[in-house]
């Protein structure tokens, strides 16, 4: 059955029926149906859904940082834009002119202190704010005042090295979004880290299918033989608390014949657990953050399609590593880009197997599949109109990923 024929037999992507099998407890539950990755109307739905209500992330803050710059970004079907104000704030408004509706940008650029509509030229400053109104005055209106004509703000804020925004006003503050996250990764300081390398990449996959392969540590030793080397699967647990995001570390890093996270110098601000760990973050819905001791590497997930996703990668370093030279960086970027190629094969295989028919859910495994069920509750609250910040893990795991970690999961 393709996810088009599920479609029309299944019970509406928003009743709780349809989430039965993926809400139960991990040790019985099932992954998603095929629906949720090949279904047009599952895909619409779910742009209003989740990334219509949802903190998205749009980029990184050194994509502001050029004097000028207007980011023009999608959440949802909703076209926004970030810029800066002239103190240096961050802003956000819908990207359609107050006027007659025009969009006012089509793409990223460099603007002056007035945003102008490329239509009439009606003029904002970066608060939003109308301030020009060529010709307008020729034939006088009644009660017109410029100051009920500002464009329509978004929210937005900036998390470490990350930018957010937000469509819905109902939908909680950043902080309480992430929970405990701000905490855990607070010795990062990941707010001065900077932009080495930005590439973007495109795949025939549904853009859930790539953040549950990151998510899982099930797949690293057929599908990642060398990552295996460094980032081992004995070495691996959950890191996760409450909060809107799923995660997993590898404590300790192996040292061994790959060097490539290792030759570039460790951030000076780690704690001694963070000096030999990797910290991996889905946070949701769509960026995922790698955090090495010398390096982060971000993916951010930009759906295109029910099967077609952008990928957004960034590789940011630590103050002190700014100068680092190509040769000593170049390492790290290329396991990168193996890495991610090795995963581009295999999701757009699993795309396929989904779409092509046949596909009904297998269950998940409690071992190193956890994260993966926290993420579908997640899409399944969002989907049903009960959207809530997950608790914590209850086991007894060391919260914060240090030590020793003997068995990664145990059944509550």
Known sequence: MTGEQEASTSVPWTDDAFWAATRQPIEDA????????????????ENEKVFETAWVCVGTANELNAPGQVLVRKLGTRSVLLMRTEAGELRGFYNSCRHRGTELFANDCTAGATLRCPYHRWGYDRDGVLNT????????????????FSLHPVRTAQWGCLLFACADPNTVELDEWFGDLTE????????NWSTRLEVDLEMNANWKLISENYQEYYHVPWIHPELAKVSRVADHYRF??????????????TESTRDDWTVMPKAVTLNEGEEVSGRFLALFPNVLLSLLPNHAFVLRLEPLGTGKTREHCTWLLPPGNEKISDEDFAATRDFWLDINNEDIDIVERNQRGISQGGYTPGRLSPRFEEPLHRFYNMLADHMTDTVRVPTGDTDALPAYGEGTNPHPWTKN
């Open 30 to 45: 099932s992954a998603m149906p095929a629906a949720c990755y090949a279904d047009q109307s599952f895909f619409d739905l």
């Open 133 to 148: 109104t060529p010709l307008f005055e020729e034939v006088a209106i009644n009660d017109f005042d410029p100051a009920d």
């Open 184 to 191: 855990r990764v607070a010795n990062y300081q990941l707010e």
């Open 240 to 253: 996760q608390g409450p909060g809107m995001y799923c995660g997993q570390t590898t404590t300790p890093i």
